[in-house]
C-alpha cells in the first residue's frame, strides 16, 4: 500500500518536512480554506500539488471535497452546487488527483464524547459513551422526541439490554455547567470544524448553529437521503468517467444513525445498496476500518474481502467495544479490525491503493502540542510504525518486495 498521511494544509502544526523524515510517500489533504460549495480553482490545486512535491511527496488523496448539506437533504440550490462539485473534479483531474474520499454523514461528521480517555498505559484516545450522547441530545441540544427515540435505542450487535435513559438521569444529577460546554466542545466544535467547516472553534453561538443545521433535515427519511446519494452520484459518474476520478464514500462514524438524522452507509448492507445503486467502477469505497468496527454488527474482515474490488483508498485504525457497547480507538495491533488479515487482503487484491492511519493515540506530550482531535502526531506516528511493520511482514509472506522509503537500500 502507498504510505498516506492526513494533512491539514500549511497552517498545520505537523509540517511536511516531519511527514518526509517518518516515511509518509502521499500526502491526504485538501483546500481547507476554500468555503464549502465553491469551486476548487486549477491554480490553487496546482500551488498547493507543487508545495506537496516539493518535499519529495505527492498528493495523492483528496479529503475532503464537501458535499454541500443542500445536496444531502435536496434543496432547491443542489444541481448548481452539483455543477461546482463537477468543476472542482475537472480541475483536480487536470492536476493529477484523482482520488476523492467524501462523506454522506448528515450536519455530524464522525462523533466522540470524551477526546481524552485514558488508556492503562497512561496514554489517551477517543472515546464514544451512549449515556453521554443522549445527554447531549435531550438536554443540551433539547431535541424533540429524543427522550423517546433513547427510551427504545438498540445499539447495534449489542444483545444485552442496556437502559440509557436511566443513566441519562443519574448523569443529570451531578452535570455541571462545565461538563456541560465540554461535551459541546467534544461533540460538535474540537470535531467538526476542521473537518466540515459546518462550525467552526470561533462561532459564538455553536448549539443554536447546529439546532439550525438539524431542522434541514426535518421529514427526511432513510430512503430519502439514499435517494439524494443516488442522484449526486448519478449526476458526477460522467464526468468521473471523462476524468478518470475515483469517488470513495467514508463509512458512517459511529455507524448507527444518530440526533434523528439518518445514516446510509453504516453496514455491509448500506456499502452493497449504495455501490448497486450507481454501478460504476468510478462509484467506490474508503474503507474505513475504524468506523466500521464501531459498530458490533460489522464482521469487518468479511466485508473488506466482499467490497475490496470497489476499494479506493483504506483507513486503517480499529476500535475496542466495551460490554456495554460503547467504544474507544484501538491499538493499530489489537481491537475488533484485525488490521492484520485486512492488510493481506488488500495487498493481494491491489498492492498500490493508498492507505493511511488514523485516530492514534495522544501521547509523550501531544496534547501540548494542538493537534486537531483524533490527529496526533507521536501517537500516529507510532501507529505507522506498526503498520509499516504489518505491510513488510504481509508483503514478504506474499512474494512483494516492501518499499522503503528514504533510506538507501
Known amino acids: 500500500m502507498e504510505k498516506t498521511w492526513r494533512w491539514f494544509g500549511r497552517k498545520d502544526r505537523i509540517t511536511l518536512d516531519m511527514l518526509r523524515q517518518i516515511g509518509v510517500e502521499g500526502i491526504v489533504t485538501a ?201 449526486f452520484l448519478s449526476a458526477i459518474m460522467p464526468v468521473c468517467k471523462e476524468c478518470g476520478m475515483k469517488m470513495c464514500i467514508h463509512p458512517d462514524d459511529p455507524p448507527f444513525p444518530v440526533l434523528g438524522l439518518p445514516r446510509i452507509v453504516t453496514s455491509e448492507e448500506d456499502i452493497d445498496w449504495m455501490l448497486n445503486a450507481v454501478d460504476n467502477p468510478h462509484n467506490g469505497l474508503t474503507f474505513c476500518a475504524g468506523s466500521l468496527s464501531a459498530g458490533a454488527h460489522n464482521d469487518v474482515v468479511k466485508m473488506a474481502e466482499k467490497f475490496a474490488h470497489r476499494t479506493h483508498f483504506i483507513h486503517l485504525r480499529s476500535c475496542h467495544i466495551f460490554e456495554n457497547g460503547d467504544f474507544t480507538e484501538a491499538s493499530h495491533l489489537g481491537g475488533r479490525a484485525d488490521i492484520v488479515e485486512l492488510v493481506r487482503i488488500f495487498e493481494k487484491h491491489n498492492p498500490e491503493l493508498p492507505m493511511r492511519v488514523d485516530h492514534g493515540m495522544t501521547m509523550l506530550g501531544d496534547e501540548s502540542r494542538g493537534y486537531n482531535a483524533g490527529y496526533s502526531f507521536l501517537g500516529r506516528m507510532f501507529a505507522m510504525g506498526q503498520v509499516q511493520g504489518i505491510l513488510a511482514t504481509v508483503d514478504n509472506e506474499l512474494g512483494i518486495k516492501y518499499k522503503i522509503t528514504g533510506f538507501y537500500e
Open 31 to 231: 483546500l481547507h480554506d476554500v468555503p464549502n460549495g465553491h469551486v476548487w480553482t486549477r491554480e490553487a490545486i496546482h500551488d498547493l500539488r507543487v508545495y506537496i512535491e516539493s518535499y519529495g511527496m505527492r498528493w495523492s488523496v483528496v479529503e475532503s471535497l464537501p458535499v454541500c448539506e443542500s445536496i444531502k437533504y435536496g434543496g432547491p440550490d443542489r444541481d448548481q452546487l452539483i455543477e461546482n462539485y463537477k468543476e472542482s473534479l475537472r480541475n483536480l483531474s487536470a492536476e493529477g488527483i484523482h482520488t476523492i474520499c467524501y462523506n454522506f454523514m448528515p450536519v455530524l461528521d464522525w462523533a466522540r464524547t470524551v477526546l481524552d480517555h485514558p488508556n492503562p498505559n497512561g496514554t489517551t484516545n477517543l472515546y464514544f459513551s451512549y449515556s453521554e450522547f443522549a445527554y447531549f441530545d435531550i438536554y443540551i441540544v433539547g431535541r424533540e422526541n429524543a427522550r423517546e427515540e433513547w427510551a427504545s435505542f438498540k445499539i447495534p450487535g449489542i444483545e444485552t439490554y442496556r437502559d440509557i435513559l436511566a443513566e441519562v438521569d443519574e448523569l443529570r444529577k451531578n452535570m455541571t455547567p462545565e461538563a456541560e460546554h465540554q461535551l459541546v466542545e467534544n461533540i460538535i466544535v474540537k470535531t467538526q470544524g476542521f473537518v466540515s467547516g459546518n462550525i467552526r472553534e470561533d462561532d459564538d453561538r455553536p448549539v443554536e448553529l447546529f439546532k439550525q443545521l438539524l431542522s434541514l433535515y426535518d421529514g427526511i427519511t432513510k430512503e430519502q437521503l439514499r435517494e439524494n446519494l443516488r442522484y
